[in-house]
């Protein structure tokens, strides 16, 4: 492939990748758990041919990737945003439900005693 046709496909993932995390964002907010699991084979995809980018580009291959890429910034910040509220949500009503938290979304375990449930509340 080209160099030119190399840098046009790598704008067509980009867009693909744009379109990918928006379809995220509204299965995130959709609140629907199958809906977001459904969404993240079509995401893994869409990353892979980031791996083998051309190094080099020219100006306007560079000015015609980031029109897109500025899309792509937009449609993660919505995705990161949804996925925030959720977590909010989520944390809100097992709070509420009196469960605690047992893993962050890093995977790492909560602290303990952390909810009001916990506290000592002896003078």
Partial sequence: ??????AAALVDHTRHLGA???ALSEALASGDAAAVLAVEPALAAALVPFGAAPS??????RAALGL?????????????????ATAL??????D????ADTYHRHGTPALQGTHRHDFDTRA
């Fill in 1 to 6: 492939m080209t160099p030119a046709g190399q």
């Fill in 20 to 22: 990918t995390l928006t």
């Fill in 56 to 61: 080099s580009l020219s100006a306007d291959e």
């Fill in 68 to 84: 897109h890429l500025d899309d792509v910034r937009s449609a993660l910040a919505r995705c990161r945003a949804v996925g925030a």
């Fill in 89 to 94: 949500v989520a944390r809100a009503t097992l």
């Fill in 96 to 99: 509420a439900l009196g469960h």
